[in-house]
């Protein structure tokens, strides 16, 4: 069965920079979309960033001029590039692959950001 493989996550301070990766072990039919959420501790999990099909992206306001998501459809794989980060950006990350039947998601990896 398919699973998604995240990496790329740490420890690093403010103002600091990350790349999170993440790959789907096996082929998956048309994904329609490939995004990023998520989780700090005691809080809901969020939708930070989403890639569609023609590389349409859409951003949380707060990660806006900050973060990019990009894509390798051939890879399967969906990136975010995490720039000038923040202590509140902290919190764990999940990778999401959405086709028209199913939603796949990664482990989740953990970023946390000091001060």
């Known amino acids: 069965q398919v699973q998604l493989v995240e990496s790329g996550g740490g420890l690093v301070q403010a103002g600091g920079s990350l790349r999170l990766s993440c790959a789907a072990s096996g082929s998956i039919f048309k994904i329609n979309a490939m995004a990023w959420y998520r989780q700090a501790p005691g809080k809901q999990r969020e939708l930070v960033a989403i890639i569609s099909l023609g590389d349409r992206t859409n951003y949380e306001d707060s990660v806006k001029g900050r973060f990019t998501i990009s894509r390798d459809n051939a890879k399967n794989t969906v990136y975010l590039q995490m720039n000038s980060l923040k202590p509140e950006d902290t919190a764990v990350y999940f990778c999401?692959?959405?086709?028209?039947?199913?939603?796949?998601w990664g482990q989740g990896t953990q970023v946390t950001v000091s001060s």
């Open positions: 999401n692959f959405r086709t028209r039947n199913s939603d796949y």
